[in-house]
């Protein structure tokens, strides 16, 4: 892509994430302004009813009084009617952190009295948030334009996990690609298979790597790799011969170790169950993409002993800078289905963990940095890609990869 069509796209892309946060703010106002006037112009119509009906009923004719009441109430309903929806409409359409959950419960409890003014008020809580959230992260990107603290000396290279892929309408890593652009980053994807071995996806990756390398004429790459692309990207520079090509490999919340809980539901599923399932998800991954997905191959190379066995034959390149991130769940209520389930598990045989991977085993190379909340749900696996585009109260997830690749600037990658 061109450097004009990149600023092109990236222009487009803020100019729509601004216009859909202005058009969220506008519909939070609307709401909390239909919530006031719904309250007291409620309360005002009562009195006024109240007032004829008692203190003075004989002040006009009850026919007057009640044709001008009833089209006073009438007029107050239509009003308050459009204001709603204007903003129920703006919110529905552009919040990211309403969710599906949220979006049910509002209209389950639209027609609940009294319980559909506690709904309004959670959804209004959690959009003006955002809104202001959005708002501020907006500013600081401006603020800092000029600096791009994100341009790095060599490009990016993002490497996804294992089971998903690189899709152009539905990004791996969520809003982190677009955060680093606005910051001075340029980004290029793994897009290697999503379920094979860590050989195969590591031959896949050197190929990619080589082409970019020579495509653009950049020397070397930088690589973030979340979970099993850890371990794809470490094969492919101690066993593919990319070595020269690589600056850095920082690896989010990847099983160096392996996971023991991998070896036990392995020892534990019959053979003839395992091959049922990896069929399934062949099936299902060639229609994503995959030219040919090996689900088996890709779990076992997932395991404790798979992963020890690998790592004593894969020594890392001194030529290049090795670091690690990992993170925590503080609760199997913390992350979404599967981290849900597979949490207590996990933290039964490898300790703390983010759903699917344990501290231990994502620490890797010169330097480790653990991700954690003092309170409230923790980071999960699927948080540190982002997954669910959620905000995680007491931690910024874009900001976090934007430091982290101004970090790699400072130090020469």
Same mark, same amino acid.
């Given at each position: 892509?061109?450097?004009?069509?990149?600023?092109?796209?990236?222009?487009?892309?803020?100019?729509?994430?601004?216009?859909?946060?202005?058009?969220?703010?506008?519909? /939070?106002?609307?709401?909390?302004?239909?919530?006031?006037?719904? /309250?007291?112009?409620?309360?005002?119509?009562?009195?006024?009813?109240?007032?004829?009906?008692?203190?003075?009923?004989?002040?006009?004719?009850?026919?007057?009084?009640?044709?001008?009441?009833?089209?006073?109430?009438?007029?107050?309903?239509?009003?308050?009617?459009?204001?709603?929806?204007?903003?129920?409409?703006?919110?529905?359409?552009?919040?990211?952190?309403?969710?599906?959950?949220?979006?049910?419960?509002?209209? @389950?409890?639209?027609?609940?009295?009294?319980?559909?003014?506690?709904?309004?008020?959670?959804?209004?809580?959690?959009?003006?948030?955002?809104?202001?959230?959005?708002?501020?992260?907006?500013?600081?990107?401006?603020?800092?334009?000029?600096?791009?603290?994100?341009?790095?000396?060599?490009?990016?290279?993002?490497?996804?996990?294992?089971?998903?892929?690189?899709?152009?309408?539905?990004?791996?890593?969520?809003?982190?690609?677009?955060?680093?652009?606005?910051?001075?980053?340029?980004?290029?994807?793994?897009?290697?298979?999503?379920?094979?071995?860590?050989?195969?996806?590591?031959?896949?990756?050197?190929?990619?790597?080589?082409?970019?390398?020579?495509?653009? &004429?950049?020397?070397?790459?930088?690589?973030?790799?979340?979970?099993?692309?850890?371990?794809?990207?470490?094969?492919?520079?101690?066993?593919?011969?990319?070595?020269?090509?690589? @600056?850095?490999?920082?690896?989010?919340?990847?099983?160096?170790?392996?996971?023991?809980?991998?070896?036990?539901?392995?020892?534990?599923?019959?053979?003839?169950?395992?091959?049922?399932?990896?069929?399934?998800?062949?099936?299902?991954?060639?229609?994503? &993409?995959?030219?040919?997905?090996?689900?088996?191959?890709?779990?076992?190379?997932?395991?404790?002993?798979?992963?020890?066995?690998?790592?004593?034959?894969?020594?890392?390149?001194?030529?290049?800078?090795?670091?690690?991130?990992?993170?925590?769940?503080?609760?199997?209520?913390?992350?979404?289905?599967?981290?849900?389930?597979?949490?207590?598990?996990?933290?039964?045989?490898?300790?703390?963990?983010?759903?699917?991977?344990?501290?231990?085993?994502?620490?890797?190379?010169?330097?480790?940095?653990?991700?954690?909340?003092?309170?409230?749900?923790?980071?999960?696996?699927?948080?540190?890609?982002?997954?669910?585009?959620?905000?995680?109260?007491?931690?910024?997830?874009?900001?976090?990869?934007?430091?982290? /690749?101004?970090?790699?600037?400072?130090?020469?990658?």
């Amino acid at each position: 892509m061109k450097n004009s069509d990149k600023i092109l796209s990236m222009l487009t892309g803020q100019k729509t994430a601004i216009r859909r946060n202005k058009i969220l703010a506008g519909g /939070v106002a609307r709401l909390k302004l239909f919530l006031v006037t719904t /309250v007291t112009g409620s309360a005002l119509l009562i009195l006024s009813l109240l007032y004829h009906l008692f203190i003075k009923p004989h002040t006009t004719t009850g026919f007057a009084w009640g044709t001008a009441y009833l089209t006073e109430l009438l007029i107050f309903i239509l009003l308050e009617f459009i204001l709603f929806w204007s903003g129920i409409i703006r919110v529905y359409t552009t919040s990211v952190q309403l969710g599906i959950k949220w979006r049910i419960i509002g209209i @389950a409890c639209g027609f609940i009295p009294f319980v559909h003014i506690w709904a309004l008020c959670r959804i209004i809580a959690i959009t003006s948030r955002e809104a202001a959230f959005e708002k501020e992260k907006y500013l600081l990107d401006q603020v800092r334009a000029e600096s791009r603290i994100c341009e790095t000396k060599y490009p990016l290279l993002l490497v996804h996990g294992v089971f998903f892929r690189d899709f152009r309408f539905f990004n791996y890593w969520g809003r982190i690609p677009y955060a680093l652009k606005q910051n001075g980053a340029v980004v290029y994807y793994g897009s290697q298979q999503s379920a094979a071995s860590v050989a195969s996806c590591g031959q896949e990756l050197a190929e990619r790597i080589r082409s970019i390398v020579q495509e653009t &004429g950049c020397g070397k790459v930088n690589i973030i790799a979340h979970s099993k692309g850890g371990l794809d990207s470490r094969y492919a520079i101690s066993a593919c011969g990319v070595s020269s090509c690589v @600056a850095s490999l920082t690896t989010i919340n990847t099983p160096h170790r392996g996971c023991i809980f991998a070896d036990y539901l392995l020892d534990k599923i019959p053979a003839k169950v395992q091959k049922s399932v990896a069929r399934k998800y062949n099936t299902a991954l060639k229609k994503f &993409g995959d030219s040919n997905p090996d689900f088996l191959s890709a779990v076992q190379d997932l395991t404790a002993s798979a992963c020890a066995h690998r790592n004593e034959k894969l020594p890392d390149c001194p030529d290049v800078y090795y670091q690690s991130v990992g993170s925590q769940m503080n609760r199997a209520s913390s992350g979404r289905f599967p981290l849900n389930m597979a949490y207590p598990l996990v933290r039964h045989f490898d300790g703390a963990n983010d759903g699917l991977v344990s501290l231990e085993s994502a620490c890797w190379g010169e330097h480790f940095t653990q991700l954690a909340t003092p309170e409230g749900r923790g980071i999960s696996h699927g948080d540190m890609i982002d997954l669910n585009r959620e905000n995680i109260p007491g931690f910024d997830m874009r900001e976090f990869y934007v430091n982290l /690749v101004a970090d790699l600037k400072n130090r020469g990658f």
